[in-house]
C-alpha cells in the first residue's frame, strides 16, 4: 500500500488536488488553472504550485480529467468498452518521474461513439460504494453508464447541463430573465412537459414565450428549463435502460444535482442512491493508488 499520494482532479475550467497519508485526506486544494485556462503556465507549473510543500521523492500523483485529452499535459490513450474496472488502474500514463494519468474510456461502433475522462475513475469509486447496474453521471456532459460487478460494458453523453448553460446565457431565451430563484414547482412544470413530450426542441422557444407573456415568471425560468432538459433526458434514457427498473441505480454527483435526477426517477416509478462526486472519484483514485503498491 502507497502509505502517502496526492489525487487531482484536473479538468478544462478548474483543478482539485487532495493530499493522502494511510487512507486519511490531510489537506485540499482547488486552482482556476484548467487545462484551458493556464494563461502561458506550462502543466508542470502549474501542478509544482497547487502541490508545493505536499511533494517528495517519493510521493505519486495520481491525475484524471482533460488534463490526460489531447488539448492537455499528454494524451493518455482510451480504453475501449467493454472493459474491466480493474485494468484503468494498470493502463496508468507517466508524464513526468511519479505523476500519471488516469486513461479515460471510449465506445466506437457505428451506433454510439463516446469518450469519458475523469468519470472513469469516479466509477472505480462508485463500484465500490454504491454498486450499480446503471450509474448516472450529471454535469455539464451527464454520462450514463452500463456496468456490472466487474466490467464497464456501455455509456451514453447528454449535453444537458451545457445546453441548459448556453440556452440562458447565449440565446434568446435568457435574454431579460434577471436574477433567478429556486422554485420546485417550476422545475416540476418543466419535468412534466420533458416527461411527456419527445421533441423538446420544439418546446424551447416557447419558454421565452412563456416568461414573455407572464405565463411563466422570469425569475423561475432556469429551474423550468432545468426541469424540461432533466424531465426529457431521463425519461428518454430509461427506455434504453428499462432492465434498470429491476436493478440499482446510482447517481453520482453534488447534492443538488442528485436531488433533481432522483425528483425525476421518482417521478418515473424508479428510485436510485446518491453518491457525491467528490467522495466517488476520491475513492476511486485511492483504489488505483492501492493497486500501484501490490
Same mark, same amino acid.
Given at each position: 500500500?502507497?502509505?502517502?499520494?496526492?489525487?487531482?482532479?484536473?479538468?478544462?475550467?478548474?483543478?482539485?488536488?487532495?493530499?493522502?497519508?494511510?487512507?486519511?485526506?490531510? $489537506?485540499?486544494?482547488?486552482?482556476?488553472?484548467?487545462?484551458?485556462?493556464?494563461?502561458?503556465?506550462?502543466?508542470?507549473?502549474?501542478?509544482?504550485? +497547487?502541490?508545493?510543500?505536499?511533494?517528495?521523492?517519493?510521493?505519486?500523483?495520481?491525475?484524471?480529467?482533460?488534463?490526460?485529452?489531447?488539448?492537455?499535459?499528454?494524451?493518455?490513450?482510451?480504453?475501449?468498452?467493454?472493459?474491466?474496472?480493474?485494468?484503468?488502474?494498470?493502463?496508468?500514463?507517466?508524464?513526468?518521474?511519479? +505523476?500519471? @494519468?488516469?486513461?479515460?474510456?471510449?465506445?466506437?461502433?457505428?451506433?454510439?461513439?463516446?469518450? @469519458?475522462?475523469? *468519470?472513469?475513475?469516479?466509477?472505480?469509486?462508485?463500484?465500490?460504494?454504491?454498486?450499480?447496474?446503471l450509474y448516472i453521471m450529471p454535469g455539464t456532459h451527464?454520462?450514463?453508464?452500463?456496468?456490472?460487478?466487474?466490467?464497464?460494458?456501455?455509456?451514453?453523453?447528454?449535453?444537458?447541463? =451545457?445546453?441548459?448553460?448556453?440556452?440562458?446565457?447565449?440565446?434568446?431565451?435568457?435574454?431579460? @430573465?434577471?436574477?433567478?430563484?429556486?422554485?420546485?414547482?417550476?422545475?416540476?412544470?418543466?419535468?412534466?412537459?420533458?416527461?411527456? $413530450?419527445?421533441?423538446?426542441?420544439?418546446?424551447?422557444? =416557447?419558454?421565452?414565450?412563456?416568461?414573455?407573456?407572464?405565463?411563466?415568471?422570469?425569475?423561475? +425560468?432556469? *429551474?423550468?428549463?432545468?426541469?424540461?432538459?432533466?424531465?426529457? =433526458?431521463?425519461?428518454?434514457?430509461?427506455?434504453?435502460?428499462q432492465h434498470a427498473a429491476s436493478a440499482a441505480i446510482?447517481?453520482?454527483?453534488?447534492?443538488?444535482?442528485?436531488?433533481?435526477?432522483?425528483?425525476?426517477?421518482a417521478r418515473l416509478g424508479f428510485s436510485a442512491t446518491?453518491? =457525491?462526486?467528490?467522495?466517488?472519484?476520491?475513492?476511486? @483514485?485511492?483504489?488505483?493508488?492501492?493497486?500501484?503498491?501490490?
Amino acid at each position: 500500500m502507497i502509505s502517502r499520494y496526492i489525487a487531482i482532479d484536473w479538468g478544462s475550467t478548474n483543478l482539485r488536488a487532495w493530499l493522502y497519508q494511510d487512507g486519511e485526506c490531510l $489537506d485540499s486544494r482547488q486552482s482556476a488553472s484548467g487545462i484551458t485556462r493556464l494563461n502561458g503556465q506550462t502543466p508542470q507549473a502549474v501542478l509544482n504550485t +497547487v502541490t508545493d510543500g505536499w511533494r517528495d521523492a517519493n510521493t505519486p500523483v495520481l491525475m484524471a480529467g482533460m488534463v490526460g485529452s489531447n488539448a492537455g499535459w499528454i494524451n493518455a490513450p482510451y480504453l475501449p468498452c467493454p472493459t474491466a474496472f480493474s485494468a484503468i488502474g494498470e493502463q496508468l500514463t507517466a508524464v513526468i518521474p511519479d +505523476v500519471w @494519468i488516469i486513461p479515460g474510456l471510449s465506445v466506437d461502433r457505428d451506433d454510439n461513439h463516446n469518450v @469519458i475522462r475523469g *468519470e472513469e475513475t469516479q466509477l472505480i469509486g462508485a463500484a465500490a460504494l454504491a454498486p450499480a447496474s446503471l450509474y448516472i453521471m450529471p454535469g455539464t456532459h451527464c454520462k450514463w453508464v452500463q456496468a456490472d460487478a466487474e466490467r464497464i460494458h456501455d455509456f451514453r453523453t447528454v449535453m444537458t447541463g =451545457e445546453l441548459h448553460h448556453l440556452l440562458l446565457t447565449h440565446s434568446l431565451v435568457g435574454v431579460g @430573465i434577471g436574477e433567478q430563484e429556486t422554485c420546485d414547482a417550476a422545475f416540476d412544470a418543466g419535468m412534466e412537459q420533458g416527461i411527456n $413530450d419527445d421533441a423538446i426542441i420544439t418546446r424551447l422557444f =416557447e419558454v421565452r414565450a412563456s416568461h414573455v407573456l407572464g405565463a411563466l415568471p422570469r425569475s423561475h +425560468v432556469s *429551474e423550468y428549463l432545468s426541469g424540461l432538459l432533466i424531465g426529457n =433526458e431521463v425519461a428518454m434514457q430509461m427506455r434504453r435502460y428499462q432492465h434498470a427498473a429491476s436493478a440499482a441505480i446510482t447517481v453520482v454527483a453534488n447534492q443538488k444535482l442528485c436531488a433533481r435526477y432522483q425528483r425525476v426517477l421518482a417521478r418515473l416509478g424508479f428510485s436510485a442512491t446518491p453518491l =457525491e462526486g467528490d467522495t466517488a472519484f476520491q475513492a476511486g @483514485i485511492r483504489s488505483i493508488a492501492h493497486a500501484m503498491a501490490n
